[in-house]
């Protein structure tokens, strides 16, 4: 059965303290994998799309990775404003399946 | 240019009614997704177009579901004989690139409301 799972539930960082999300999954016929955002009360925020192994993309603070079984989402120097819950996705096919989400608390 | 429209903005209608939503992606964007996301929930998927292939169905929550869209254009959402569990705000996304890739683009959501 494919399955997404990310780790952890929650994370509370302090500002400056660097970090890394996961999203482990288990699917067939991978044909991308997708990291979204969101704040509380607002619509969801496209972060970066990842279609194999080994590939790297960034942008400002954050930077995610991809191998054949997780990705990681780094955030680097967080800032209170990176604030938000972190979803994963997974494009199987025409299907695309979410992992429940990490909600990441950065505090001044 | 225009980003991705999304109408109504705002729907509130009585239990066992049809509604419609409609999603006119970005010009050029193949690829289009339907989301929904109930109250206090996360994220859920509901389908993927891309291009002239068929969609993959199995996201809808029931048959009550159904969506459509006319090559790379407007996309429509339809639910029949609405239930409560119905309300939500329904996302809908567009991107350029085969296989989904790229950034997606979100409209600014349907808000259902089933009375």
């Known amino acids: 059965e494919d399955q997404v799972t990310q780790s952890p539930e929650a994370l509370r960082l302090q500002e400056g303290e660097s970090s890394s999300l996961n999203c482990s999954y288990t699917v067939s016929g991978l044909r991308g994998l997708f990291w979204y955002r969101q704040d509380p009360g607002k619509g969801p925020e496209f972060l970066f799309t990842?279609?194999?192994a080994g590939e790297e993309k960034e942008k400002e603070r954050l930077k995610a990775t991809l191998t054949k079984k997780e990705s990681f989402l780094h955030i680097t120097a967080p800032k209170p404003e990176d604030s938000a819950t972190y979803l994963c996705a997974v494009l199987a096919g025409t299907a695309l399946i979410f992992g429940k989400g990490t909600t990441l608390s950065v505090s001044s | 240019g225009a980003g991705v429209s999304q109408s109504p903005s705002n729907k509130v209608t009585e239990k066992g009614k049809d509604v419609e939503l409609r999603c006119d992606p970005i010009?050029?964007?193949?690829?289009l997704y339907w989301y929904r996301q109930r109250l206090g929930q996360g994220l859920e998927f509901l389908i993927y177009?891309?291009?002239?292939?068929?969609?993959?169905k199995s996201g809808l929550p029931s048959d009550r579901f159904s969506a459509e869209r006319t090559g790379e254009s407007v996309s429509t959402l339809t639910i029949q004989r609405t239930q409560q569990e119905d309300s939500a705000v329904y996302l809908c996304?567009?991107?350029?690139?085969?296989?989904?890739?790229?950034?997606?683009?979100f409209g600014p959501g349907t808000r259902l409301t089933v009375l």
């Open positions: 177009f891309q291009g002239n292939s068929a969609p993959d």
């Open positions: 990842l279609y194999s």
């Open positions: 010009s050029g964007h193949t690829a």
């Open positions: 996304a567009s991107s350029s690139r085969t296989g989904g890739g790229d950034t997606q683009y």
